[in-house]
């Protein structure tokens, strides 16, 4: 029977901890260094030979978060370990996914392919922006969901008159999966953006007037979308806001941004660190649902049972 081992790269070591601790596994130890001209030199101080290997780095900015797991992974290989599973909390650069106009990139490919090139095994990653990028690997993926955590804080709540509402027309199957967990009414907010990272609200496709609002996405950037949102629900009628997003990125002026909003609260996920605080925003954290997810692929069991919520 091989070993499972878990490793953490810098991105994220918290999470990485906790996650070890679900597993019931000390989190191995990997030396990563970074050269005073910037490059990054990564040692397994551990014997890995024959092991499972199980690396959590989550690959939101700076870039060296992605290229330090890159490294990781081969690194693994070349010592001979069984398997290397990239477990990827928030998969950066997600966002890239088609060529929507002339002479981009598609960048998720372009990471998938890295990714499968460095020696990955196996990708474990939680709420992808588009899930379809499961089909640019030519490796197992696991596609895990942050409901699973989330849902349970609202309905916990039992929050009278709800709604659940997708910020936009590409986030509808979350939101009806969300809906039909909590038994509420669905919205839709139908979204123009005339530039990267500017959003602006043109429809609102449901009822909000007098009704709790829960607003689900898979992350919150600039939080421009989000606040956009918030303001036309409130002018539409709604009563309390809220959120749930799994990857907080809060980048820019976000924080200030949702501080200033007609926002209640937003629950995130610890998916990234969050390095700002503010009384509007609420961590939950996801190293159950990896722990258990990491335990169930090392004795080759199923997990799609337990984390399967795109159904709705």
């Not at 088609?98 to 990471?111: E, G, M, N, W």
């Not at 539409?236 to 990125?249: F, M």
Request: hydrophobic share 45%; charged share 25%.
């Amino acid at each position: 029977m091989p070993t499972l081992k878990v490793f953490s790269g810098r991105a994220n070591r918290p999470l990485a901890e906790k996650i070890a601790h679900e597993v019931g596994e000390p989190l191995g130890q990997c030396d990563i260094k970074t050269f005073s001209d910037g490059e990054i030199w990564a040692k397994y101080a551990d014997n890995i030979r024959g092991c499972d290997v199980f690396i959590v780095q989550s690959t939101h900015p700076p870039a060296e978060n992605l290229l330090e797991l890159l490294i990781m992974i081969d690194a693994a290989k070349r010592a001979s370990a069984r398997k290397v599973a990239a477990v990827i909390p928030y998969f950066g650069y997600a966002r890239q996914d088609r060529k929507d106009q002339p002479r981009v990139s598609i960048t998720a490919k372009l990471i998938a392919n890295l990714l499968t090139g460095a020696g990955a095994d196996r990708i474990i990653t939680m709420d992808l922006h588009a899930p379809q990028i499961q089909g640019f690997f030519d490796i197992p993926v696991d596609h895990l969901y942050s409901s699973a955590v989330l849902v349970q804080q609202f309905k916990r709540r039992k929050m009278a008159n709800l709604s659940v509402a997708s910020p936009d027309v590409g986030g509808i199957k979350m939101a009806r999966a969300y809906a039909k967990r909590l038994e509420a009414d669905l919205i839709v907010i139908d979204k123009r953006r005339p530039r990267q990272n500017e959003a602006e609200v043109m429809n609102i496709i449901g009822e909000a007037a007098g009704r709790n609002i829960l607003i689900v996405d898979d992350l919150v950037d600039t939080a421009g979308t989000l606040t956009n949102a918030v303001t036309a629900l409130k002018q539409a009628g709604a009563r309390e806001v809220y959120a749930a997003c799994t990857h907080p990125v809060l980048s820019g002026n976000a924080i200030e941004r949702i501080e200033h909003s007609g926002l209640e609260k937003i629950y995130v996920t610890d998916s990234i660190p969050v390095r700002a605080t503010s009384p509007k925003i609420e961590v939950r954290t996801v190293a159950p649902i990896f722990g258990e997810a990491i335990k169930r692929t090392f004795k080759n069991l199923s997990i799609s049972s337990l984390f399967d919520i795109d159904k709705g």
